[in-house]
């Protein structure tokens, strides 16, 4: 079936350093694909999206380009915050579209 | 706009003992419903979605069960709860045009 693979974490990074977090797919067709966001103690955000090959998404700085020539969705940041310490997931539609296969997550620790 | 409200936010409970979880969301009608459950440090496992009132679908078989009596509530249950079921609850709803989830604030269920 469908399926996400992330880089495991934690990844502990200092302060204003540059940010990538790596995201595969399992490349049937050309789903869309995401970036979501968990804070301690919350829901799951939307961060970013892409519905399309060479589509860039971004927000709050983070930015993931989709390459279907190697199927990855890979986050980056160029300065991170302290406030950006989160788990972050990657996303894709599972088989039959109706929902969203999810990766294991990667927990992002910015210490000041 | 639209919003989704999940409670109870937390909830302790022994062995044994009934659960009910609901979630509504409100701003949108007909959308896609869904329950996933997040265990400690790892990644989200779809439980149930449903396409429309009285539709739900099994994704895991286990000791839970879904229901959806109106358009916008969407309710998780057990009638005997394992040391197992322990863990991070999260409702989310999808509409029919877009292929992104929007997520509520969760509900930690500890079952002692």
């Known amino acids: 079936g469908n399926s996400v693979t992330q880089m495991e974490g934690p990844v502990t990074l200092s302060e204003e350093a540059f940010l990538t977090i790596n995201c595969t797919y399992t490349a049937t067709g050309y789903p869309s694909l995401f970036w979501y966001v968990q804070y301690p103690g919350e829901g799951l955000q939307l961060l970013l999206k892409?519905?399309?090959?060479?589509d860039k998404g971004s927000n709050k700085g983070f930015e993931a380009t989709y390459r279907k020539e190697t199927t990855s969705f890979h986050l980056e940041k160029g300065s991170v915050q302290v406030s950006d310490s989160a788990v972050y997931f990657c996303?894709?539609?599972?088989?039959?579209?109706?929902?969203?296969?999810f990766g294991s997550g990667t927990r992002l620790q910015v210490q000041p | 706009s639209q919003t989704i409200h999940q409670w109870p936010a937390t909830l302790v409970q022994p062995v044994g003992s009934p659960l009910s979880l609901e979630c509504t969301v409100e701003?949108?009608?007909?959308?896609?419903l869904y329950w996933y459950r997040q265990a400690a440090g790892r990644g989200l496992q779809l439980l149930f979605y449903?396409?429309?009132?009285?539709?739900i679908s099994s994704e895991v078989p286990q000791n839970l069960s879904a229901s959806r009596p109106q358009d916008r509530q969407f309710i998780l249950s057990s009638k005997k709860l394992l040391l197992s079921d322990s863990g991070f609850y999260l409702c989310a709803w999808k509409d029919g045009r877009g292929g992104e989830l929007f997520f509520g604030e969760g509900s930690r269920l500890t079952v002692l």
């Open positions: 449903s396409v429309g009132i009285g539709q």
């Open positions: 996303a894709r539609p599972d088989t039959g579209r109706r929902a969203l296969t």
């Open positions: 892409a519905t399309k090959a060479d």
């Open positions: 701003g949108t009608s007909n959308p896609n």
